[in-house]
Structure formats: structure tokens, C-alpha cells
């Protein structure tokens, strides 16, 4: 089983929809959670944090259930300029230290 | 505010050359990272850094790759010799790595193509 595991999409929405991604993940020592935002032939960027109380940014919501290992991302009234790739991530320690693994991401395609 | 800063953005060179990738971490960042994204792959941890110290490079490829951080401004990846496969875009990030919430900061990538 793949550490964070995303469903790749596309997801293609008109504007106005609403839409949720979901992420999964392995480690269940698994200590913080992201999600980022990557547009075509640029750099992923950081969105939000997620937390296990939930968290709301304006049109997005990101919550963490942590005994289901699982983490969503829902989106509403979708712009088009929401149109990328968006990027679960999970910061989980090993043996070695710690650092971030990323999703394969879910691509999101916004229509008008 | 300076972000993360790679260079060179692109690069195509020949298989077999050496290939050196650069980063500058944010001031004051403390943990440092080489990721490698490809479209079957994703985004790939090779290795990363903590004070300038190597934490872990299990994500590390093969001996042809190497990464040295000689102190807390820079940071190289190197190839060598470069293979077709390496084709990818490399990403340098970093962030506040004592700090449990603190995100990753990336750099713009290094377009690597080997033909």
C-alpha cells in the first residue's frame, strides 16, 4: 500500500459545483497533513493545513479522521481558477527523521 | 522576501554528462529537501536535510546521485553520469523543519531532460 494514495482525477466541473477530493494514508503515526495546490509547470504551494478539529478557508474546508486515516478537501462554488492539481500530503517520521510525502495529486478542471 | 531559489530552471544535456542542480533555502529554514516529480510518479522525496545534516536519502535513486548541503544558504543535487530516465523536474523546498505544522516552501525546479 502506497504511503498517501489520492484518486487522480480528473475531476471536470462547471463553475458553481461543488466538489470534494479524499486522500488516504498508511502511517498511522502519521503527525500533520497538508494540502497544496500545484498549477500546471509550477511549483506545488501550500493551501491549507488540516486539522483533526477540521478547517475552513473561505469557499475551502479540509478535515482529518485520523482513526480512518483518511483526509478530504471539499471545494464550493468552484472558479474557474481552481482548475489544478491538488496535492495531499502527510508528514510522518521514520526511522531516519522525518518528512513530507505527497499524493500523486488530483487534477481539477473547472469549466463555464 | 526571497522564496527558495533553483537554478538552473532548465536543462538538457547529453546521457552520460554530469548534471549539477543548485538551491537556496528561505533564510532561517533549517530543513531542506530534493524532491523529483514525474508524471508516472509524482513527487518523489530523494533526500533531505536537517541543519545541514543528511537525515535521510533512502529516496536516493542510485549511486549516480548525490546532494551536499555545505552549509545552511546552499544546497546541490548531482547526477553522475546523467541517464534518459532522469528526465524529470527537480524541486528543492524547505521549511522550519522544528516546527510540527510548518509547511514546505518550494522553489520554481530545475526542467532536467537527458537525451
Known amino acids: 500500500r502506497k504511503e498517501v494514495e489520492q484518486d487522480p482525477g480528473p475531476f471536470n466541473v462547471p463553475e458553481g459545483a461543488t466538489v470534494a477530493f479524499n486522500c488516504t494514508y498508511s502511517n498511522s503515526a502519521s503527525q500533520s497533513f497538508f494540502w497544496y495546490r500545484q498549477d500546471c509547470r509550477k511549483e506545488p504551494k501550500l493551501l491549507m493545513s488540516v486539522y483533526s478539529s477540521g478547517n475552513e478557508d473561505g469557499r475551502f474546508t479540509a478535515q482529518l479522521n485520523r482513526a480512518s486515516q483518511y483526509i478530504s478537501l471539499l471545494i464550493r462554488d468552484s472558479k474557474l481558477s481552481d482548475s489544478a492539481t491538488y496535492l495531499c500530503v502527510v508528514k510522518s517520521a521514520n526511522q531516519a527523521g522525518t518528512a513530507l510525502i505527497f499524493g500523486k495529486g488530483t487534477t481539477l478542471s473547472v469549466s463555464s | 522576501d526571497a522564496g527558495v531559489i533553483q537554478s538552473p530552471r532548465h536543462e538538457v544535456t547529453e546521457m552520460g554528462q554530469e548534471v549539477t542542480l543548485r538551491c537556496k533555502p528561505i533564510s532561517g529554514h533549517n530543513s531542506l529537501f530534493w524532491y523529483r516529480q514525474t508524471m508516472m510518479r509524482g513527487l518523489e522525496l530523494l533526500i533531505y536535510?536537517?541543519?545541514?545534516?543528511?537525515?535521510?536519502d533512502s529516496g536516493m535513486p542510485e549511486d549516480r546521485f548525490s546532494a551536499k548541503m555545505p552549509n545552511a544558504s546552499f544546497s546541490t543535487l548531482k547526477i553522475q553520469p546523467s541517464e534518459p530516465r532522469d528526465s524529470a523536474v527537480y524541486f528543492c523546498?524547505?521549511?522550519?523543519?522544528?516546527?510540527?505544522?510548518?509547511?514546505?516552501?518550494f522553489g520554481n525546479g530545475t526542467r532536467l531532460t537527458v537525451t
Open positions: 523546498a524547505s521549511s522550519m523543519g522544528s516546527r510540527r505544522n510548518s509547511p514546505l516552501h
Open positions: 536535510f536537517n541543519n545541514n545534516v543528511p537525515i535521510d
